[in-house]
T-cell receptor, first 116, second 111 residues
Framework: GAVVSQHPSRVICKSGTSVKIECRSLDFQATTMFWYRQFPKKSLMLMATSNEGSKATYEQGVEKDKFLINHASLTLSTLTVTSAHPEDSSFYIC????????????FGQGTRLTVV | KNEVEQSPQNLTAQEGEFITINCSYSVGISALHWLQQHPGGGIVSLFMLSSGKKKHGRLIATINIQEKHSSLHITASHPRDSAVYICAVYDYMDSNYQLIWGAGTKLIIKP
């Protein structure tokens, strides 16, 4: 099946620094990528949807200046958490789809971010 | 009321038991997705279906579009099946994707 690779799987950073998370589709062209955040013992929360070559669409309540999403190519999207704070500590996961109707979305392995 | 509701929220069973997890939704959908999330957080796609029934190994997923209901069954359950199982309904309208998540069902299979 299709593979989506997310990197890094774990990252610890200091408050005030920025962290970049990469999401790559390895064997298909991902026209649409989704970024999710998961709080402990909670379901996934959609943060934003990005289409290749255009600006990401952010969900209500998600700060676009804090969570920068770039989807510059059909195989790579990045999420940058800027000026990270401890409350940004969470599990972040991406998924990608090729964009055709009823095609499956494939998930990355997730990134556990800890801000100290 | 949530648009996607799963039941039960938590389920503990003995190894070998037949497991059923239910998902009801109130929105129009293109397809429904069953996913498995392991304790480390990684998510595995189990099934995507828009009608009928799909089977993969010991896992069976069914969907009834008229009743807006889907079930995930696990036969001969095993401790390694312990995970959170998530139902997500998948809509593709006007060139926009939307995935609406259920809250998940935490399954524990005891040896």
């Amino acid at each position: 099946g299709a593979v989506v690779s997310q990197h890094p799987s774990r990252v610890i950073c200091k408050s005030g620094t920025s962290v970049k998370i990469e999401c790559r589709s390895l064997d298909f062209q991902a026209t649409t990528m989704f970024w999710y955040r998961q709080f402990p013992k909670k379901s996934l929360m959609l943060m934003a949807t990005s289409n290749e070559g255009s600006k990401a669409t952010y969900e209500q309540g998600v700060e676009k200046d804090k969570f920068l999403i770039n989807h510059a190519s059909l195989t790579l999207s990045t999420l940058t958490v800027t000026s990270a704070h401890p409350e940004d500590s969470s599990f972040y996961i991406c998924s990608a789809t090729s964009g055709a109707v009823n095609t499956e979305a494939f998930f990355g392995q997730g990134t556990r971010l800890t801000v100290v | 009321k949530n648009e996607v509701e799963q039941s039960p929220q938590n389920l503990t069973a003995q190894e070998g038991e037949f497991i059923t997890i239910n998902c009801s939704y109130s929105v129009g959908i293109s397809a429904l997705h069953w996913l498995q999330q392991h304790p480390g957080g990684g998510i595995v796609s189990l099934f995507m279906l828009s009608s009928g029934k799909k089977k993969h190994g010991r896992l069976i997923a069914t969907i009834n579009i008229q009743e807006k209901h889907s079930s995930l069954h696990i036969t001969a359950s095993h401790p390694r099946d312990s995970a959170v199982y998530i139902c997500a309904v998948y809509d593709y309208m006007d060139s926009n994707y939307q995935l609406i998540w259920g809250a998940g069902t935490k399954l524990i299979i005891k040896p």
